[in-house]
């Protein structure tokens, strides 16, 4: 096999995107690693991973914890699975949105964007509610003493406060700036919290085993110990519950909120040197790495614990509270907390270049009411800096409502496992029919029930989402479809053309796609 140059790889990766009617209009700069990278960090375990712990500690204990992420991981890469044989066929920014134009048709893909779009919005506010809380609880409060409980009570008219409300304003906007001035930073600053995730996790996780072991309480059967904890005082977690497999499902939410966002990979195929490889190897690499370091993070935090039913009462606060109390030097105790909140910050800014691709390619075939705005390149930073900054006040919009980050990361979870089950169902009906190309990753005789699995495990997914506590959103999920239903068909049916799929349209684009990268030939990157 004769090796490929850079530059022909690069010359097929926009031949590729030519043959699906579009123009290379990013910079294709990030190789496998960075798009790795990019899931890696929005996933990001020292996020979802910490502040989502209780979700299933506070219901069955130990078990829901352990189990419920080892099966919730196992979940995720089949997911994962299904979703890199379609990138591979077709490697396109917003990737799920075209995945299943192609596959379902308009309407389906049109539908699709806005699950994908809503739970995007969704990752980065969570995840940005968590850099907050955890900047005061990590940094402000235990570096610094200062006491920040009072702060959700000072103009109180938004979740969490004004004080809340402006540090949105300041950390998405940081996030936003970094985005808009082209992808050279914001690519080594995601290499760099791929790095950083691991290392931070390696570190705490080995702090809270030497804890446990300080302790005398390094007990391995706790991991299989199964302890009603719904309901408990202090906890204000979950409800009481006497059924264990309903305690366990909502458990199901700390590795499904935590693995998410890994169509991050996809959204940024059109920056990826060699993206019909790469992508798919993102994809599933940062599942992998992910659910392996997550699960053994997961069994130090149940090992720390020097009373399992106090920890539960702590609620919200277990994982800080452990962390407060870790037999460590103070200098090394203090450099993991401001790498846990760094990380969860790079994670929400991967989480922005990645919904901004997705608005940036759902808005080139015309799908966002002022489109023409969102869908333009900046010429000299190669980004799509409208695009970036819609991101970024949906981002900040999302975090107003109360409670907050209870409602973002369900629905976060809840409406991205739709948004990925939707092409993949469509996709399970095409395969062999409409659907005849594929890339260079294929599952086979994997295909198909890897698709199944996924579609039955989003509609387990929106039982989850809509059970108590997490019911909040019955409202939001009923709401959204009704909404979706009057766009449709009172405008979009008619006036939202969708991307260009049969050959004669994307033949007729061909002068289209030329004239666009002559006027970027001459970017400075």
Known sequence: MVQQTEQEILAADAATLHKMGYAQELSRRMHGFSNFAVSFSIICILAGGITSFQAAYCGGGAFDAIVGWIIGSIFALIVGCSMSQIASAYPTAGGLYHWSSILGGRAWGWVTAWFNLLGLIFVIASVDVGVYNLFNGLILTNIFGINTSSWSTFWPTFSGGWPQVLAMVIIVGAQGLLNHFGMRLTTKLIDFSGYLILVVAFFLTAAMLYTAYAGGHFDLHRLVTYTNFSGAPGAGVLPHSDHPFYLFLLALLYPLYTITGFDGSAHTSEETVDARRNVPRGILNAIIWSGVFGLVMAVSFVLAMPDPVKAAGDGFAIILNLMANMPIPVWFKDLLYIGIVLANFLCALAGVTSTS?????????????????????????????????????????????????AALATGCAMFLYISYAMPILAGLLAEGKKWTEFGPFRLGALSKPFAVITVLGAVLIIYIGTRPPYDILDNYLIGLLVLLAIIWFGFARKHFPGPPIDASAIAARAGIIAAEEQALSGAVE
């Open 357 to 405: 691709r997705m608005v940036y390619a759902f808005s080139r075939d015309g799908g966002l009411p002022g489109h023409k705005y969102w869908k333009q390149v900046d010429h000299k930073h190669r980004a799509p800096v409208y695009a970036v900054w819609l991101t970024v006040v949906l981002s900040i919009a999302a975090t107003l409502y109360s409670p907050a980050f």
